[in-house]
């Protein structure tokens, strides 16, 4: 028999069969695992496996490579305290979706689990869309994609950068990408210390990190980019167009 127990986060929860549920929750050292969960989808029980909730995980299976049972105690639901928000609500789906289909299953990730936590303590402070857009671009380097934020692919410059090749993955000076700004991303201030994190940067930065999943991780897998994704982007430009 293999067991273990530690702290996890819940990505997503699918039905199996009548009352049971095959639950997906990143955890430090064993990654993103899965374990079945008897009598989760009941009423009584199926409120414990919400996205974003922290569970107290037991898992145990006869072979490692097996699903294994889940067994878990409540830590805390962090989206009990954004059910009236929606735009929060749409970025705490959109970050499970991404996180539980392209982690591959049971690498340890200690520095995405890490984030994510500190993300759910800060997700009813002002900062957590900022948060967000670092989390997503801190998802591609663990995947192996991160971008070249530190200096200009063209003249080497480390100030006024304000764009990224979208096929480098580079950023661009403000004096290099002018003759190119119709083919460059823009990059928001806020990610290279030079600007605030206003809902238009929010959204260049959503935009920015979203083009490299897709490019980089979707795509080459076949894969589509959850609409959980793109709901919470169109929720962030109509707030913006709203506000005119």
């Known amino acids: ?43 009584r ?11 107290d995980l037991s898992w145990a299976a006869r072979l ?22 929606p735009d929060r609500l749409a970025a705490l789906a959109s970050l499970c979706a991404l996180v539980d289909i392209s982690m591959p299953e049971r690498d340890p990730a200690p520095g995405l689990y890490a984030a994510m936590t500190v993300w759910l303590d800060q997700i009813q402070s002002d900062h957590w869309a900022a948060m967000l857009v670092r989390i997503e671009l801190g998802l591609l380097e663990i995947l192996g994609f991160g971008l070249d934020l530190s200096s ?3 003249t080497g410059d480390t100030t006024e950068l304000t764009h990224v090749s979208p096929k480098s993955g580079r950023a661009v000076s403000a004096s290099a990408a002018e003759p190119y700004l119709d083919r460059l991303l823009p990059l928001p201030g806020f990610l290279v210390g030079s600007g605030a994190a206003d809902e238009a940067a929010i959204i260049d930065g959503l935009q920015l990190a979203g083009h490299f999943l ?25 707030r913006m167009q709203d506000r005119g």
């Open 1 to 43: 028999m293999v067991e273990w127990r530690m702290p996890g986060i819940v990505l997503s929860a699918r039905r199996y069969g009548e009352g049971d549920l095959v639950v997906s929750a990143l955890t430090e050292e064993m990654g993103r695992h899965a374990g079945l969960v008897h009598g989760g989808g009941s009423k």
């Open 45 to 55: 029980n199926r409120a414990n496996y919400e996205i974003g909730n922290r569970l």
């Open 64 to 85: 490692n490579e097996h699903l294994g049972n889940y067994r878990a105690d409540m830590i805390d639901s962090p989206a009990a305290g954004i059910m009236h928000d």
């Open 152 to 154: 200009c692919a063209v």
């Open 214 to 238: 897709e490019r980089r991780v979707f795509n080459v897998h076949n894969w589509t980019l959850p609409p959980q994704r793109a709901l919470l982007v169109q929720r962030m430009q109509r």
